[in-house]
């Protein structure tokens, strides 16, 4: 039912322009995989690519341990949702439905039943007479997601499905597509620029930047210990320090800056390069009294208050900013503007990371 | 605007409808004058003579029916090269389209007296260099036909073109994805995207095809077509017959006029009742998600 | 070409360009091809085509100059050929005619572009459409009743007390051929410039009358500017349809009254030299070339956008 799909030193170049460079990503049957990163930096190239709109330049796809080159994308197993949907605005819906099996020689009768089946599935058990134009954004939304399963692809490709809903309906929708994967258990390719998005939803996530894939991993890892500078600036904030790392021991190296000596974890592959130190802000503390380790004092600039939590961006001596967020349990002290206090963080919580991965 | 020049432009705009339309309105109603000559005046009486020696003049019904032929082999001819020349001029791009897309509708302004004796020699001499004395190469409607697509086509590629450019190519690519075949995409996507604009541009080849007269002239041979046979009898001993044919032209426009606005009237209507139904749709998520 | 075989596939795109070859290559450029090969041979008896004396040469397009006739311009009197005449005198009226259209149509282009009520608009267009699809040569005709000698016209001007005896106005010179000119296309100038001034942004009106110019300085300034295309696009229609008319002049037309496409039918229908009629007919062809090159230069449009 459902497959895996493996990329191998895939690479796709439009004229000069390498637009996928040298992927490699294994994603296992029944999975939900999302592509994350910014507008332009090759996602729906790779989704058109194992889709078979597109050839790669260079490399080897596998759809369940077949390679696919030179299949037409009515040969492959895979069902393609569109970034606008592109759902047939002269046929009824349940007609958008069972185009796939109309297509297939499929009788009418049973590719009304199928259609029927599938509105209940995506919970739009009326629909099937009404026309495309008469939908909501969010039932648009199923419809797409029932047509595209009623081919019963082995593999689901979404290219930013949510992206034209609002916020609300968004998250509703989440919850929902996620629900959908688990009841069918089809492998989900998922697309989006937003983090938040793939976090809640995925079981791994490929963060992208410029044509490369940057990390792959499960959402927390990619959160909580980014590869590089890119991957963490990308998934969330950051308070951002330059300077000379020294020798690590341990997992852990001095890092010299302007602001004093800190202390950080360094992956052994970074060592060597050049590297920054990123700490959350969430991890960044404020008191009145010096931290036990990387501390530095500062003067509080700016308070908002932003519901969940409290941002505090405070400014060290020399003027560096430093955001720190505090959660709000009901009973947390806000510092006061111009209060000089301490920011510090634990050793654990900052990574000294490279630069993101380039080309070349 | 100023009062005196909105009322003047409103007058304005009366004198012309009826100087448009006067014309047609005195041909129509010579049709109805029990005089020998075409003309209203002197008015000699009330008779529907000319229409029942109309329906006796077989020439006329010979003709009539030659028109209807032709127009309706035009018809299919210029759908099918223009829709086709539409998909191509659309799926192409740079130095070949422009070329492509200035000599098509070139055609369209290519003299008819041009484009008949071209499509009448050619046609002929071909005959003659495959010394074959099949029908195809001799004068005849079936050259009318040919000529007439010549240009008629430009101008159901105009219809087609743009109908096109509204259309999302997404939508070929979601039903390939979906595993339909490429005809399978012509036929249930793509076609019936362009059907509207398709049959508009059967309707304007039927009736340029109907009021040709330039290229038909020429490439005829013996046959008569309406336009050939009135042009004919107004050069010749006139009838008011030629009134009452023209009565009954005009009926059936106003007709079709009529159904076509109504048509149009019952479709927006359709429409915006859908939209309205979308918009509801819309607002109770709103209200269901939060 | 390679997206388009990814989009519709191999057997579809090669139907597609086959027909669009037949179209072209065999409707369109082989004809034309054939009619300028013609147009340079002699016309024969049928048993000597293809003889010794069935050679290329220029003279088909020198019966242009044979015959001359006598004309006076500006008292300036001159002799030239009959056949160059009547070309000239084709362009002239073409040029009148598309003139004539042009400032009949312009207010009412501007009338329903900006003034008339939206809701009346569709039905005032198709009103104005109706005679679009009546045929050319019963326009004509209705044309030929209303100038008749005895017809609707003198009748009226006699009742109103305008005319004392009736008036030949078929045997004018061009009056009749004009006259039927304007009649049957002056719609084709209407449609194409209602298009222009309607893309104009009614705000760009209002604003130069809130700063106070006078009407006819908003209409020289902002609004035939704007309408350039849809002159140029009318003018082009009205010009080209006009001068290779060949129903009007004939039906409308005078003893005095020739059009070069007359002549051109007269070769072929006439005198039988279908090679003399093509040599004309690519003169006409020239003519309209050159005429549609030079005014998109002067009003600075493309072929492409004629078509809207
Ligand atoms: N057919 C093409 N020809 C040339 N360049 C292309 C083509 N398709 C995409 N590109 C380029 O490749 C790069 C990646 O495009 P892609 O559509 O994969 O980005 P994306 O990550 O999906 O962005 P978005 O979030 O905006 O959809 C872009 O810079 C784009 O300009
Ligand atoms: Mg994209």
């Given amino acids: 039912m459902s497959a895996g799909i493996d990329l191998e030193n895939v690479c796709c170049d439009f004229g000069t322009f390498r637009a996928v460079d040298d992927a490699n990503v294994s994603i296992r049957p029944g999975e939900f995989f999302s592509f994350l990163g910014p507008s332009g930096c090759g996602k729906t190239t790779i989704l058109r690519m194992i889709s078979g709109f597109i050839e790669p330049t260079a490399g080897v796809i596998r759809i369940g341990g077949q390679d696919v080159r030179g299949k037409r994308p009515n040969q492959r197993p895979t069902a393609l949702i569109f970034q606008n949907l592109a759902l047939f605005p002269l046929m009824p819906i349940w007609e958008n439905i069972s185009f796939g099996l109309e297509v297939r020689g499929v009788d009418k009768a049973t590719r009304r039943r199928k259609a029927e089946d599938l509105l209940r599935l995506v919970d739009l058990p009326d629909a099937a007479d009404k026309m495309v134009s008469q939908l909501s954004g969010g039932q648009k939304q199923r419809v797409a997601i029932a047509r595209a399963l009623a081919v019963e692809p082995s593999v689901m490709l979404l290219d930013e499905p949510l992206s034209a809903l609002d916020l609300k309906l968004r998250q509703h929708m989440r919850a929902e597509l996620r629900a959908i994967q688990k009841r069918t258990g089809v492998t989900f390719v998922y697309i989006t620029h937003d983090q938040g998005e793939a976090l809640a939803m995925s079981d791994r996530v490929g963060v992208m930047s410029q044509g490369r894939i940057q990390q792959i991993a499960d959402p927390r890892e990619i959160y909580n210990t980014p590869v590089n500078g890119f991957v963490a600036s990308f998934v969330g904030e950051n308070n951002i320090f330059e300077g000379r790392a020294g020798a690590a021991a341990g997992g852990m190296a001095a890092f010299d800056t302007e602001e004093g000596r800190f202390r950080a974890r360094l992956a052994p592959e970074a060592e060597g390069k050049p590297v920054k130190l990123y700490v959350r802000p969430e991890h960044t503390v404020l008191t009145a009294a010096p931290g036990t380790e990387n501390s530095v004092p500062v003067t509080v600039a700016e308070v908002s208050f932003e519901g969940p939590f409290i941002a505090v961006l405070a400014r060290t001596a020399k003027g560096r900013a430093i955001v720190s967020e505090i959660r709000n349990d009901g009973q947390a002290t806000v510092p006061q503007m111009g209060a000089a206090m301490h920011a510090s963080f634990a050793a654990e919580r900052a990574a000294l990371l490279p630069d993101a991965s380039v080309r070349g | 605007m100023h009062k005196f020049r909105l009322g003047l432009s409103h007058l304005y705009m009366g004198l012309f409808l009826l100087y448009l339309l006067l014309p047609l309105v005195v041909m129509s109603g010579a049709a109805f004058n029990d005089s020998k000559l075409p003309s209203i005046v002197p008015w000699k009486g009330w008779t529907t003579m000319w229409f029942s020696e109309m329906i006796a003049d077989q020439r006329m019904m010979v003709a009539f029916r030659n028109t209807l032929l032709v127009a309706v082999a035009v018809a299919v001819l210029a759908i099918v090269v223009g829709t086709a020349a539409a998909i191509l001029v659309n799926s192409i791009s740079g130095r070949l389209r422009t070329a492509l897309y200035g000599m098509m509708i070139s055609t369209i302004l290519i003299p008819g007296v041009v484009i008949g004796i071209s499509t009448m020699i050619m046609w002929t001499k071909l005959g003659n260099a495959i010394g074959t004395d099949f029908i195809l190469f001799k004068p005849g409607l079936h050259l009318s036909v040919l000529g007439q697509v010549s240009y008629i086509a430009a101008m159901v590629m105009l219809l087609v073109l743009a109908r096109l450019q509204s259309f999302d190519a997404g939508l070929e690519e979601a039903a390939l994805d979906l595993g339909a075949s490429h005809a399978q995409v012509m036929r249930r996507i793509l076609l019936p995207h362009l059907y509207p604009a398709i049959g508009a541009g059967a309707a304007v080849a039927f009736f340029q095809s109907i009021e040709n007269f330039n290229v038909t002239q020429f490439t005829r041979g013996g046959a008569d077509t309406l336009t050939v046979y009135v042009f004919s009898k107004v050069r010749s001993g006139i009838t008011p017959t030629i009134n009452a044919l023209a009565f009954l032209l005009i009926c059936i426009t106003l007709v079709l006029a009529a159904v076509y606005e109504v048509n149009r009237r019952r479709r927006a209507r359709a429409e915006a009742a859908r939209l309205a139904q979308a918009r509801r749709a819309e607002a109770e998520e709103g209200i269901g998600a939060a | ?308």
Avoid at chain 3, 64 to 88: A, C, M, N, Q, R
Avoid at chain 3, 187 to 208: G, H, K, R
């Fill in chain 3, 1 to 308: 070409m390679q997206d388009m075989i990814r989009r519709y596939g191999p057997g579809l795109t090669l139907i597609i360009c086959l027909l669009v070859a037949f179209w072209l290559v065999m409707l369109v450029i082989v004809p034309n091809i054939t009619l300028l090969e013609q147009s340079f041979r002699p016309y024969l008896p049928v048993a000597e085509i293809g003889g010794p004396r069935d050679t290329y040469s220029l003279g088909n397009y020198m019966k242009v100059l044979d015959g001359t006739v006598e004309k006076s311009l500006l008292g300036i009197s001159f002799t030239i050929p009959v056949h160059v005449y009547t070309f000239f005198l084709t362009i002239f009226y073409s040029i009148l005619v598309t003139f004539i259209c042009f400032l009949l149509a312009y207010p009412l282009a501007y009338y329903l572009a900006k003034i008339v009520s939206p809701k009346s608009l569709p039905t005032l267009l198709l009103m104005l459409f109706i005679p679009l699809w009546v045929s050319e040569v019963l326009r004509a005709f209705a044309w030929w009743i209303i100038l008749a000698f005895k017809g609707p016209l003198n009748a009226m001007l006699l009742g109103i007390g305008l005319i004392d005896a009736p008036i030949r106005w078929t045997n004018m010179g061009y009056t009749g051929v004009v006259v039927g000119l304007i009649y049957t296309y002056v719609l084709f100038m209407l449609f194409p410039l209602y298009n222009a001034v309607q893309s104009l942004d009614t705000n760009q009106i209002e604003a130069a009358e809130d700063l106070g110019a006078p009407w006819w300085k908003i209409h020289w300034k902002i609004v035939l500017p704007h309408s350039k295309p849809g002159i140029a696009s009318g003018s082009v229609m009205v010009f080209m349809l006009s001068a290779g008319s060949l129903l009007v002049p004939s039906i409308l037309g005078s003893t005095t009254s020739q059009w070069f496409t007359q002549t051109i039918d007269q070769w072929f229908k006439d005198a039988l030299d279908w090679n003399t009629a093509s040599a004309y007919a690519f003169l006409l062809l020239i003519l309209c070339t050159l005429f549609v090159t030079v005014a998109l230069k002067l009003f600075r449009v493309r072929l492409s956008d004629i078509a809207k």
